[in-house]
């Protein structure tokens, strides 16, 4: 991987910034504060974003709402653009994260940005979920970083190591190991428990064989039992149904004997009931009575005359009101001139005043026809008088016919009454002759039913008698049905536990065999795998121990020239030692120190890189202030450990000037007003 450029926004000190990096070294120059450092955090940031514990805040700029980071890298030929961003709400959170490839832009979510900043980068994916261990080691480790490791508990310092390493996995495989076969063993003690009881199963299992064979017998008993009742109940039936057959017969006489019985008294109640009609008859034929055809007619031609005569008075009558209502009419328009005249002025046609000599002839005129009126009025008062005494006798007269005929057509009526009267007479006698016959009929076959009956009544008690015997089979038969159903229920549910107990015996059976299997299992993942993983964790540590430890005194001895040696431990502790005395760590100078974290820090470096050399970072080194407390030999030894680093990149933060003289390329930065920027840039050396 080779940085190209990175632009920043409000991050840090920085409000704006657009920084280029050349192939070669680069040194980034300035006093402390300046900056320097940041842009190495925007870079970290850009790749993997906000660690685990890390905050927005210590990157976005007091005050800004949002800021972000642009970075450039070029990787295995692909030209890479990541860009991610911060906004500030309640707190400093990232927003939005996209990468693009060749041109291809896509926006991702900050989980699937660092797998494939992951996967361009060529790290192993199981660092996707951990912090930048395998970047702060193998590309950028602040040098404080470094020192804090060195002087780790040793047991801290290994976790570290074998997570950067990769093969923190051995210890996870023997933790999980102990896991596996803590289970196995606690499986096993639960298994072991469920077998314990098999041979008390077994004893049981025999116990319910025998039970079972015992009631199987008894059933067969209770079945042949029934068999003998069944036959039994069958022949009681047969005989019941014989009877139940004779006593249909006997139900069908009774209802017989008591249809004909009730004929017999319908019978005699009607033959009582024509007597007493006939002896009715006797009395009413008795009566006289005289009709006169001719006159009805007589009465109903007069009847008639007075209605016609009656019809034409109304006729009269209607006119005369009519004329009657004209007069009244004409005498009320004359009236009411009369008092127009009287009281009239002027004419209302030529507006001239009338003369009231025109107007006393002219109401004397009125008064004349008035008059007239009156009279004419008063002759048809009389004659309407009149006429409504005339219509008043002639509707007594018509009223008079009509109740006379009335009368004759009652007396019609009642002659034809007694007519049908003497028909009826001859019809009942006829019916009490044969109500006589039917009597005598019903008599004779009440006597014959009777009789037949009689003989019905030796069934009532055998009847009575298989009835009896019948419940009792019954009762005895229901006894046993119960029995044979509780005995068939008892080995339905005796079978249904020997399977059951058959099943847990085989399955304990099988269980035993499995736990025998486990427990071989158990001894292989507690002793030979367990021991086996350990083996290859130590060779492996071994092997890597003895490359660092090489490396780390070969970088050291560059460093400082003096009598003094460096090796590690098996824990991987830095052993100083001088003429063949160990020095501890803290008795040392500052200077040494920093040589110490520094050759520590180049080993680890070339360490990864051999095992893991695949990954695209390995000709990518920074160095944050690796001559902190150097003497000015040590600075100079610098320029022979740059020269063998042997990076197609090398990024040096760092506030030596003398480091400039080591260096491709400088990039000085200033900060004023507390706002970082490049002061200058000096590239001439740049490859």
């Given amino acids: 991987m080779r940085i190209k450029k990175i632009k920043l926004e409000n991050i840090r000190s920085f409000e704006e910034l657009e920084l280029e990096f050349p192939k070669g070294s680069t040194l980034l120059a300035g006093d402390i504060g300046s900056g320097k450092s940041s842009v190495l955090f925007a870079l970290e940031f850009a790749l993997f974003g906000l660690q685990p514990g890390q905050k927005g805040a210590s990157l976005l700029r007091n005050n800004a709402s949002k800021g972000g980071v642009v970075l450039e890298i070029e990787v295995e030929d692909k030209q890479i653009t990541i860009e991610r961003r911060l906004k500030r709400e309640k707190t400093v959170s990232q927003e939005t994260a996209t990468i693009s490839v060749n041109g291809q832009s896509r926006e991702l979510s900050l989980t699937e940005l660092k797998n494939e900043v992951l996967r361009l980068l060529n790290y192993p994916l199981e660092f996707s979920k951990k912090t930048n261990l395998l970047y702060r080691f193998t590309v950028y480790t602040p040098q404080e970083e470094m020192k804090e490791i060195i002087t780790e508990k040793p047991d801290v310092r290994l976790d570290t190591l074998r997570h950067v390493f990769g093969i923190d996995r051995y210890k996870k495989i023997q933790e999980n190991v102990e896991i596996v076969a803590r289970k196995l063993r606690e499986e096993i003690r639960n298994r072991e428990g469920y077998t314990e009881d098999i041979d008390a199963r077994k004893a049981s299992l025999e116990e319910k064989d025998s039970v079972l064979r015992g009631l199987k017998i008894e059933r067969f008993g209770v079945e042949e039992e029934l068999k003998g009742i069944v036959e039994e109940r069958k022949k009681i039936e047969k005989d019941i149904g014989e009877i139940e057959k004779k006593q249909e017969e006997k139900k069908n006489f009774e209802k017989e004997f008591e249809k004909t019985e009730m004929m017999l008294e319908s ?199 298989k009835k009896r015997a019948m419940e009792n089979i019954f009762k005895s038969e229901r006894e046993k049905e119960i029995r044979k159903a509780e005995l068939g229920k008892e080995i339905e549910l005796l079978t249904m536990q020997i399977k059951e107990l058959s099943e847990e015996i085989e399955l304990k059976i099988k269980e035993k065999e499995k736990i025998a299997g486990m427990r071989e299992i158990e001894d292989w993942f507690s002793g030979k795998f367990s021991s086996l993983v350990g083996f290859v964790e130590k060779n492996v540590m071994l092997t890597l121990r003895e490359e660092f430890s090489k490396l780390f005194n070969e970088w050291f001895t560059i460093l400082v020239s003096d009598n003094i040696s460096v090796r590690l431990d098996e824990e991987f502790t830095p052993i100083i030692e001088q003429q063949g005395f160990e020095i501890d760590y803290s008795f040392l100078s500052g200077g040494e120190r920093t040589a110490i974290a520094l050759a520590y820090r180049l080993a680890l470096n070339q360490t990864i890189n051999s095992l893991l050399s695949r990954i695209n970072t390995k000709d990518l080194v920074i160095l944050d202030e690796p001559t902190d407390g150097f003497s000015e030999q040590q600075l100079d030894k610098m320029r022979d450990v740059l020269s063998q680093l042997n990076a197609q990149q090398l990024i040096i933060v760092s506030h030596e000037n003398k480091i400039e003289g080591f260096v491709d390329n400088i990039i000085k930065m200033k900060k004023e007003n507390h706002i970082s920027s490049i002061e200058s840039m000096n590239l001439t050396k740049a490859s």
């Fill in 267 to 465: 019978k005699k109640r009607d033959l009582t009931s024509l007597k007493k009609q006939l002896g009715e008859l006797e009395k009413q034929l008795i009566e006289k009575i005289e009709f006169n055809e001719a006159y009805l007619s007589e009465l109903k031609v007069k009847k008639q005359d007075s209605h016609s005569k009656i019809d034409l008075l109304e006729d009269e009558k209607i006119k005369l009101r009519s004329q009657e209502a004209s007069l009244k009419d004409k005498k009320n328009e004359s009236m009411d001139l009369r008092q127009r005249v009287t009281e009239l002025d002027r004419c209302p046609t030529c507006l001239q005043e009338v003369n009231p000599g025109y107007k006393i002839n002219l109401s004397n005129k009125l008064n004349r026809e008035v008059i007239e009126v009156d009279k004419r009025l008063k002759e048809l008062g009389e004659r309407l008088a009149i006429l409504d005494n005339e219509i008043l006798m002639k509707k007594k007269e018509r009223l008079e016919f009509e109740n006379q005929i009335s009368e004759m057509e009652i007396l019609r009526v009642r002659i034809q009454a007694i007519n049908e009267k003497k028909a009826m007479k001859e019809r009942l006698k006829k019916d009490e002759e044969q109500k006589n016959k039917d009597i005598d009929m019903l008599t004779r076959l009440l006597a014959g039913l009777r009789e037949q009956l009689r003989g019905f009544v030796k069934f009532e008690i055998f009847y009575i008698e």
